[in-house]
Each structure stands twice: as structure tokens, then as C-alpha cells.
């Protein structure tokens, strides 16, 4: 008689599996909580106990691992010496086993949970089981999926057995199964390690995507196997098509600008770069500040508000075409407005939980993966360094203070010019920081006055920066320092009579 062993924490759909399997012929084995749920069904399981004929030990930490278990999982029958080896030891020969793993990750997301909880959830006979019986798919067939249960079915009614096209797929399925559960112990495990010889990651599909960057490439959706609230995967959807892998990008780029506001705030973003930023007393005035900023930049782009949206703010944004609009909770009537629109994407997030601590971000390189922290420094003015003869005005300062927390999140060589309520001119990617400068100023160029304040994301290696912006009524400027020619730029600050700010903090955004 044909053999499955069935041990479950999550039961879910395991009686109809396991009745499908008694009517092939399989003889059931199980264990503790899963044996009493198939007996109350009306089976008949033996228990593990009954195959090893060894009591379960150590509160449940050693029941399976036997020589009875895995020797009917291991054995090859097509080899003579395993079937003379298993005959003489009374091994009889396990063909399915369906099994799935101690709630480890369900413990550590569970703020009641402390360590002796999760170490008690690492699970060692469940990945056991299944790597023996992956390792022996050409006999045995492994299910750690519910969803795989009707396809084993069909084919053990259609043929008597599964395919070995089948098991092998199955088989892959429980190795990547159990990798990713041994690489969320190793996370877990490491979290105060700051490097480690070996770095395991997981993560789970969240969808497949319609494309790539292009229409020609294909592209995957993966969320992080321990989410963030403070994320594109935590966002639920309320209207519109499918994001795209470019829309996620973006969208990810421009929650990471709104975490810096804590009034209310509109961020526009553009090709991973704000074009405008508004920040006002009202939801509605900061959208008519981040609209103004760029207002032809803005056609198409992701729009994150850190406000409920309401019909007014939600009225003016309905007039252009937009991809995304983020925000905590749109009013009824904002959504009646924008729901008009079929293919705006909306999306509700819980902004709350905007200064969780992040995971590290990583980015894939032909050949190797560079792992780094987030830049999540928050700038200290009490810190900052007044390098020149004339120090920035309060307004300057509110001024610089905006422009900083903008040029942090555009792509370098970066430049922001804005007042103390918007920026007003962006100038990003560029190979150099005058070309840079030179656009940032040409988009500012009508608002800028002596309040404006311009950013810059790295030092200046020339002062050729510091005299165009002074040529053009930029009167304070803040960057990190730390150019050997520091000196020159601070003198052409002086020759101009403008007041200049140093951080000590690059934020280069590649």
C-alpha cells in the first residue's frame, strides 16, 4: 500500500486532500494536531509513533526525525541495495508527504512575541521532511502548497501516480520553500549584524507585471517576505489599472520625498525626480504650490499628498492627466471626482507609519548586489555651519531647509532652488553641477528673490556653481562641504554678498 505522510500547522483544505489520497489507495501517517483534525473527519492516520516505534521526545522538538521516516523518504527503488537495505530494516517506503512549516514568520511579526517564541517556531522536522523527499522526487511526490493539491489528485485518479515532470516541479517548489524559511531565520537571527559572509534574502511574488521598463522585457512584482506599512506593497489599491514596473518605481521614489514634510504636502514626481513639492496650511494650497512649481513637468506624473484628499484638492487634480495619486484616505466626494478617470491609479497608505525603520535597500549589478541603508538622516540647522561673512535670514534658512530635503531625492548631480513654501526650480542627473545649475536656475528664473534658498546634493568642485547662481539673484546657498576648493567657493559667495550654508552631509542620490 502506497504511503503519505501529512503533517500541517496550516490545515487549510487538508481533509479533502487527504480523503482524495485514501481513495487512491495511500495509507496516512500523521502527527499531533493534524492526526486529530483527520480523525474527527473520519479517517484513520497511523501515528508517527506507530512507524518509528519511538515516542515523540523533548516536547515535540524530535518526533519525525527517524531513521523509519527518512529512510521511506530517501530510499531509491531503483536501486537494488536501498530495497534489500529498507526490506531487511522493515523500512516501508513513504511516496507523498504533504507538509508545510511552524509559523515563524506569523511569531516574529507579532509585537507579543519575544525571542524564546520564535526560536520555539523554527521548525526542523518539517524542512526536514520535505528536502528528503525533494531530494528523492523520482519516487516521491512533496506538497507544500494547497493550491498543488487538486493538480496531484488529477493525476493520481487519471494514472494511479504523478509524473515525474510534476515531482520535479514540486520538488524545486519545497527547496525554494524551505530556503526562504531558513533565510527569514538568518534575517531575523542577524538583525543587529551589519554585514554578514553570506546574505540571504526572501521574497514573495506579489504579482506578475504586464512588462518591464519596456514593452519588450518581462518583469516580476516581489514584496519583501517581512513588509513595511510604509510601502508601495502595503498600498491598497481603491481604483485603476495595473501599476507598472515604472509606476512602481516612481511611486516608491516619491514616498520617499513625502516622508520628509510633516505638514500638509504635495510631492510631484516625475522619472524618479520631484518637479514639484508644495507645502502649505492646507492640502489644497500646498497642491496649488507643487502644481505651480512645474506645472509641465507635472502632465503624467505620481502625485503623493500626506493628507486625506478632499473634493476640492481632488477637483483641481482631476483636470490633468495623471498616472498615481498616494495618500492616507481620499473623502467619498474626492473619490466620486477621481474614480471618473478609469485608469488613475489611487492608492491609500497608512502615512503613520512614514519613520518605521527601514530595511536595507539593495540593487542588482551584472554579477553581485550592492546592499546599502537608507538615507533616512534627518538634517539638524543647529548643526550647520554659516562658512561665510553673511548668514543666511530666517526665510533663507526655511528656504534652504526645503531645498534640502528636495535635492536629497533627486538624482545627482542635483540642484533645487525653492522658497520656504515650494520649490521652484530643479535641475538633476546631469554629468555636471553647472549644467545642473543652469536648470534649476532657468526654471526658477521668474520667482527667484532674495528669500529663495538653492541646494546642492554634493560640494562644489568649482565656484563656476556659486557665481552663476549669484549672477542669476540666488542670495543663499547650502551643500555639504568638502572640496578641496571649498575656499574658492566660499570667496565668490563673499565677492557676492551671499550667504552660504555647510551640512557636512552628502546625499547623493544615484
Not at 98 to 115: A, G
Not at 200 to 222: C, D, V
Not at 262 to 283: D, F, S, Y
Not at 406 to 418: C, D, E, F, G, L
Request: with cysteine.
Amino acid at each position: 500500500m502506497k504511503r503519505a505522510l501529512i503533517s500541517l500547522s496550516d490545515k487549510t483544505g487538508i481533509v479533502e486532500f487527504a480523503k482524495g489520497l485514501v481513495a487512491q489507495g495511500f495509507e496516512l501517517i500523521s502527527t499531533g494536531g493534524t492526526k486529530k483534525v483527520l480523525e474527527e473527519a473520519g479517517l484513520a492516520p497511523l501515528a508517527v509513533e506507530e512507524v518509528t516505534d519511538f515516542p515523540e521526545i523533548l516536547d515535540g522538538r524530535v518526533k519525525t526525525l527517524n531513521p523509519y521516516i527518512h529512510g521511506g523518504l530517501l530510499g531509491r527503488r531503483d536501486l537494488k541495495e536501498h530495497v534489500e537495505t529498507m526490506e531487511k530494516l522493515g523500512i516501508c517506503p513513504i511516496d507523498l508527504v504533504c507538509v508545510n512549516l511552524y509559523p515563524f514568520k506569523e511569531t516574529i511579526t507579532d509585537p507579543t512575541k519575544k525571542l524564546a517564541d520564535a526560536i520555539e517556531n523554527i521548525d526542523i522536522g518539517g524542512p526536514s521532511m520535505l528536502r528528503s523527499a525533494a531530494k528523492n522526487f523520482n519516487d516521491v511526490t512533496v506538497v507544500v502548497d494547497p493550491a498543488d493539491h487538486a493538480k496531484v489528485l488529477a493525476e493520481l485518479q487519471a494514472t494511479g501516480q504523478t509524473s515525474l515532470a510534476t515531482r520535479k516541479a514540486l520538488a524545486a517548489k519545497a527547496f525554494r520553500h524551505t530556503a526562504a524559511y531558513d533565510a527569514l531565520i538568518a534575517q531575523y537571527l542577524s538583525q543587529t549584524e551589519d554585514a554578514v559572509a553570506e546574505l540571504t534574502l526572501t521574497y514573495e511574488l506579489e504579482e506578475p507585471m504586464r512588462y518591464g521598463e519596456n514593452s519588450h522585457q518581462k518583469a516580476w512584482f516581489y514584496r519583501d517576505a517581512l513588509p513595511k506599512a510604509y510601502a508601495v506593497t502595503a498600498a491598497k489599491q481603491l481604483h485603476g489599472k495595473q501599476l507598472s514596473y515604472n509606476n512602481i518605481k516612481d511611486a516608491d521614489a516619491a514616498l520617499r520625498i513625502a516622508r520628509e514634510f510633516t505638514e500638509p504636502t504635495v510631492v510631484a514626481l516625475k522619472h524618479m525626480n520631484p518637479c514639484g513639492i508644495g507645502q502649505a496650511p492646507t492640502l489644497e494650497e500646498a497642491w496649488d504650490l507643487a502644481y505651480a512649481a512645474d506645472p509641465i513637468s507635472i502632465f503624467g506624473g505620481i502625485i503623493v499628498l500626506n493628507r486625506v484628499v478632499d473634493a476640492k484638492t481632488a477637483a483641481k487634480m482631476h483636470k490633468l492627466f495623471l498616472e498615481i495619486i498616494i495618500a492616507p484616505g481620499f473623502t467619498p466626494e474626492a473619490l466620486a471626482i477621481l474614480t471618473q478617470k478609469k485608469n488613475l491609479r489611487l492608492l491609500e497608505l497608512d502615512f503613520s507609519q512614514k519613520d518605521e525603520t527601514p530595511a536595507y535597500e539593495t540593487v542588482s549589478v551584472m554579477g553581485g548586489l550592492l546592499v546599502q541603508e537608507q538615507d533616512m538622516t534627518l538634517e539638524d540647522p543647529t548643526t550647520w555651519q554659516v562658512v561665510t561673512k553673511k548668514a543666511p535670514t530666517k526665510e533663507q534658512l526655511r528656504s534652504l531647509e526645503l531645498a534640502l530635503k528636495a535635492v536629497k531625492h533627486t538624482k545627482s548631480n542635483a540642484i533645487v532652488i525653492a522658497n520656504e513654501k515650494q520649490t521652484l526650480g530643479i535641475g538633476a542627473g546631469q554629468p555636471n553641477r553647472i549644467d545642473s545649475t543652469k536648470i534649476a536656475v532657468a526654471h526658477a528664473k521668474e520667482k527667484i528673490d532674495d528669500t529663495v534658498g538653492l541646494a546642492s546634493d554634493a560640494f562644489f568642485p568649482m565656484d563656476d556653481c556659486v557665481e552663476y547662481a549669484a549672477q542669476n539673484g540666488i542670495k543663499a546657498i547650502i551643500q555639504p562641504g568638502g572640496s578641496i576648493r571649498d575656499e574658492d567657493s566660499i570667496k565668490m559667495a563673499d565677492k557676492y554678498g551671499i550667504a552660504m550654508v555647510t551640512t557636512g552631509i552628502r546625499h547623493f542620490r544615484h
